[in-house]
């Protein structure tokens, strides 16, 4: 999936796969994707007639989409979901915010709150060293 940090050449030429060869292929932990499929409504591979999970190769690049927003961009849970929804076209339960708000002095761009969160996240590791 382009932008995603992962090359799409990575998920081999075939339509289904079962959740090892997922696992395997994202890095994430089985139980981690089945507990994703219960939080994010765009993850949802069909089932085969023995009940064995069958990713789609779309599922796979949500997956990654999934991992990259929370552990490199850091969105919660409730975050990831809220963007992938409206990346989607999807409203949703997500307010729209209002014009005067996005157009705002006060906006504070995500890479300035990843940049604050770091520099915090430095701060702290050094304060718990003394």
């Not at 890095?27 to 993850?43: D, G, H, I, Q």
């Not at 002095?105 to 969160?117: E, M, N």
């Given at each position: 999936?382009?932008?995603?940090?992962?090359?799409?050449?990575?998920?081999?030429?075939?339509?289904?796969?079962?959740?090892?060869?997922?696992?395997?292929?994202?890095?994430?932990?089985?139980?981690?994707?089945?507990?994703?499929?219960?939080?994010?409504?765009?993850?949802?591979?069909?089932?085969?007639?023995?009940?064995?999970?069958?990713?789609?190769?779309?599922?796979?690049?949500?997956?990654?989409?999934?991992?990259?927003?929370?552990?490199?961009?850091?969105?919660?849970?409730?975050?990831?979901?809220?963007?992938?929804?409206?990346?989607?076209?999807?409203d949703g339960d997500v307010p729209?915010?209002?014009?005067?708000?996005?157009?705002?002095?006060?906006?504070?761009?995500?890479?300035?709150?990843?940049?604050?969160?770091?520099?915090?996240?430095?701060?702290?590791?050094?304060?718990?060293r003394r």
């Amino acid at each position: 999936m382009p932008g995603d940090g992962q090359p799409a050449s990575v998920i081999p030429e075939k339509s289904l796969f079962r959740i090892g060869e997922v696992s395997r292929l994202t890095a994430t932990k089985p139980f981690v994707l089945r507990y994703w499929e219960s939080e994010f409504p765009t993850l949802q591979p069909v089932k085969s007639p023995k009940g064995h999970r069958l990713y789609r190769r779309q599922d796979i690049e949500t997956v990654l989409q999934i991992k990259r927003l929370l552990y490199d961009e850091g969105f919660t849970i409730a975050g990831a979901r809220r963007h992938l929804l409206e990346q989607n076209g999807q409203d949703g339960d997500v307010p729209a915010a209002p014009a005067s708000l996005k157009d705002s002095p006060l906006a504070v761009s995500r890479q300035v709150l990843l940049d604050l969160r770091d520099a915090l996240r430095a701060f702290l590791t050094l304060l718990e060293r003394r």
